[in-house]
C-alpha cells in the first residue's frame, strides 16, 4: 500500500506538470522555514531535511556546538550525544549537525511551512510554462477566447493565457468568448508573474504553418516555400520552389480540385491566396508575381541611390489589373520579389521611347526604322481617339519600347554595375580599423559634419570610400562644396587615428674575414656590388647623390666597411683583393647616422687604405660625384677607377676608359 504522502505528492506532479525533484526541493524548503518559525532560531544556523521517499517522513537536522554542559538546548548539545548520532570524532567545540525532528509543528510554522510549499511549486511551474512554451516561438496553438476588449483579446491556452494584441488582429475578423481559434505564437516573456505570451493572426509565418500542415510535400521537404507576402484578410502570395524532379509544386499546393488550399482559405475567412512557382530568373518572376496580370516587358536596373527597380510594361488592358486594387497586386508583387516595382501601360512607354530616339543607348536599328515610328504614331493617335488597336499594333509598340526603353534602361544598369565593381575595388583599399572609427574623431565642422550624417556618412572608413569614388561622388551630396572638399581632404591628411603599416627591420650584416687568392670572377662580383655603391659622408652632406671614395689600394691590406641595403635580403660579398696573393681582412666601420628620409638607401662600401691619403682635388671631387667601378690593372697591379658611362653601340668597350683615371 502506497502511503498518503505518496498519493499526494504524485497527485501534485500530476496535477502540476512538475518533476519529482523540483517539489521534493519545494517540501524540504517548507520543512526548514516551518522549523525555523517554531523555535525562533538564527537564519545563520544550518538546517537541513531528509524526507524517505517511501514513507514521507521527514528528518530535520540542525547544527549545534559540542559542550559539556547545555545552556540552549537549541545550538549546543553534549559530547556523548553527538557521538550517539554518529559524530565519534567529535570534540568540544565542534560543530556537528544532529537530530532534532519535533513531533509536530504550531499552527503558525505550518501555515509558514503551507505558504512557502505553494510558492515555491507556483515559481516551478511557471518556469516550467516558460520554458515548454519559449520552445515554440514560431509554431501554432489553439486556443480559446476567454475575454474581448478594445485593445487585445485574451486567449486561453490551457494552462495558461496568451494575448493578441490589436495589432497583430486581422482586420474584419470579428471574436466573441469561448470562440475557438488558431494562432501563431509570436513572442514569449519571462516575467513575476509567469510567461506573458503574445500570438498572433496577421503575421505571414501564420500562412507557411498552414501550407506545413496541409500540404505534405512541403513537410517532407519536396517543396520549399521562398518567399510569403500577406496582406492579412485580403491578399496572399506564395512563392514555391520543387526540390525534387517530378513534383508540380503549384499543383502540390492546391491540391485536387483545390482541396488543400481551400481548407487555408477558410481558417484565414476567405482570404484570397495565389501560389505562383519561383524562378531564379528575375524577369521571370517578377513577371509571373504580378499574375493574374499578363506582362510584355521586364526591365531592372539596380544602384546604390534607388535600390532594385523593375520597370514592368503591360498591355493597356492589363494595366488596371497588374496594379491591383488600390495597388495591391502590385504591393503584393514587391514584397514577394523584393524589387521596387514600377508598372507603366505599352503605350505610356511607347510615347515615352518617341521622346528619347536621340538617346545615344537606343538601338539603332529600331530609331533608323522609320516605317515602324510612323506606325507607332499611328497607332497613338488611335488610342487618342478611343479607337480599338489590333494584335498587329501591339507588336509594333512593342518592337519601339524593347528597342529604345528597353535599351536605355539595360545602359543604365551597365553603369550602376561599373559603379558597384568601383566601389568594392575602392572598400579594399580602405583600412577596416576606419569602418570602426566615428565621423566626430575627425573633428570637423559642425555644418560638414551634420551634412555627412544625413548623407548616411557616419564612419571614418564611409568617408574615405566616397572620396575614393571621385570628387563629384563628394560634390553631390546636398550643401557640400569644393571649400568644404579642401577642409575634409586637410582633416584627413591630419587624421592620426589610423594605424600606420609597420616599417620592417633588417639587420646588418656581419661582414666576414676572406684569406686565400681570387680568382677574376670574384672580381666582377665585386666591381657588380661596387657599381650601386656611394660615399656615406657625401651621402650625409649633399643628401641627394652618393659618392664611392677610393684611392690605391696597397698590396698588404686594406679595411674594408660594408653597410647592408636597408630593403635587402641578401648579403653582400666581401670585397677582395688578391695582389700577391696577400690576407686581407674587411672591418666594419661604423657609419654616421643618417637623418630618416622617405627614399630607399643603397648599399655603400668604403674602400679606405690603412697608409695617408692624397689630397683630394677639386676635379677629382667633382668626378667621384659619378658612378665608379674598381677595375684591377694587370700591368701596374693597382686596383684602378672605372668611370661609369652610359653606353654607345659605336664606341668600342676600350672608350669607355678614361685616360685621365690611369
Known sequence: MKSEFILAFNEICEQRGLPKDEVFEALKTALVSAYRRDTNISAQQRVSVDIDPRTGEPTIYTEKEVVDSIIDNRTEVLLEQAKKEGHTEAEYGDLVMVDSTTSSFGRIAAQTAKQVLLQRVREAEREQLYEDFSGREGELVNGTVQSVSGQH???????????????????????????????????????????????????????????????????????????????????????????????????????????????????????????????????????????????????????????????????????????????????????????????????????????????????????????????????????????????????????????????????????????????????????????????????????????????????????????????????????????????????????????????????????EVVEGAVEEETTAEVEAEVEAAVDTVEEVETEEEATVEVETVDETEAEVAIEEDDESEEEPEPLIDDLSQSLIEAAPIEAPQKPKKEKKKPAVVIARPTTTPEPETEDDRRRSRKGKQLVLDEESGEVVVKRKRKGSRRRPEWEEYDIDDF
Not at 482559405?265 to 482570404?271: A, C, S, T
Request: proline fraction near 4%.
Open 153 to 511: 483579446l485574451t486567449i486561453g491556452l490551457g494552462r495558461t493565457e496568451a494575448i493578441l494584441p490589436k495589432s497583430q488582429q486581422v482586420q474584419g475578423e470579428r471574436y466573441r468568448a469561448h470562440d475557438k481559434i488558431r494562432v501563431y505564437v509570436l513572442e514569449v516573456r519571462r516575467t513575476n508573474r509567469g510567461p506573458q505570451i503574445f500570438v498572433s493572426r496577421n503575421h505571414r509565418n501564420l500562412l507557411r504553418r498552414l501550407l506545413e500542415l496541409e500540404v505534405p510535400e512541403i513537410y517532407n521537404g519536396q517543396v520549399e516555400i521562398k518567399s510569403i507576402a500577406r496582406e492579412a484578410g485580403q491578399r496572399s502570395k506564395v512563392a514555391v520552389l520543387a526540390l525534387q524532379p517530378g513534383v508540380d509544386p503549384v499543383g502540390a499546393c492546391v491540391g485536387m480540385r483545390g482541396v488543400r488550399i481551400q481548407s487555408i482559405v477558410r481558417e484565414l475567412n476567405d482570404e484570397k491566396i495565389d501560389v505562383i512557382e519561383w524562378d531564379p530568373n528575375q524577369h521571370t518572376f517578377i513577371a509571373k508575381a504580378l499574375s493574374p496580370a499578363r506582362v510584355s516587358h521586364v526591365f531592372l536596373e539596380e544602384s546604390f541611390t534607388d535600390g532594385k527597380t523593375a520597370v514592368v510594361i503591360v498591355p493597356d488592358d492589363q494595366l488596371s489589373l497588374a496594379i491591383g486594387r488600390e495597388g495591391q497586386n502590385a504591393r503584393l508583387g514587391a514584397k514577394l520579389t523584393g524589387w521596387r516595382i514600377d508598372i507603366k501601360s505599352l503605350t505610356e512607354a511607347a510615347s515615352e521611347s518617341l521622346d528619347n530616339l536621340d538617346h545615344p543607348a537606343a538601338d539603332k536599328a529600331v530609331v533608323g526604322n522609320e516605317k515602324l515610328i510612323d506606325s507607332v504614331k499611328q497607332v497613338l493617335a488611335k488610342k487618342e481617339a478611343g479607337r480599338p488597336i489590333t494584335s498587329e499594333d501591339y507588336y509594333n509598340l512593342d518592337r519601339l519600347v524593347g528597342g529604345v526603353e528597353g535599351k536605355i534602361i539595360a545602359a543604365r544598369a551597365a553603369i550602376y554595375e561599373e559603379e558597384r565593381k568601383a566601389r568594392v575595388e575602392a572598400r579594399k583599399s580602405i583600412p577596416e580599423q576606419a569602418w570602426e572609427l566615428d565621423l566626430e574623431e575627425l573633428d570637423l565642422p559642425g555644418r560638414i559634419h551634420n551634412l555627412l550624417l544625413d548623407a548616411e556618412i557616419e564612419t571614418v572608413g564611409a568617408l574615405m570610400m566616397t572620396l575614393s569614388l571621385g570628387e563629384d561622388a563628394f560634390l553631390n551630396i546636398k550643401g557640400l562644396g569644393d571649400k568644404a572638399l579642401e577642409v575634409v581632404k586637410e582633416h584627413l591628411a591630419n587624421f592620426e587615428g589610423l594605424p600606420e603599416e609597420p616599417e620592417v627591420e633588417v639587420a646588418e650584416a656581419e661582414p
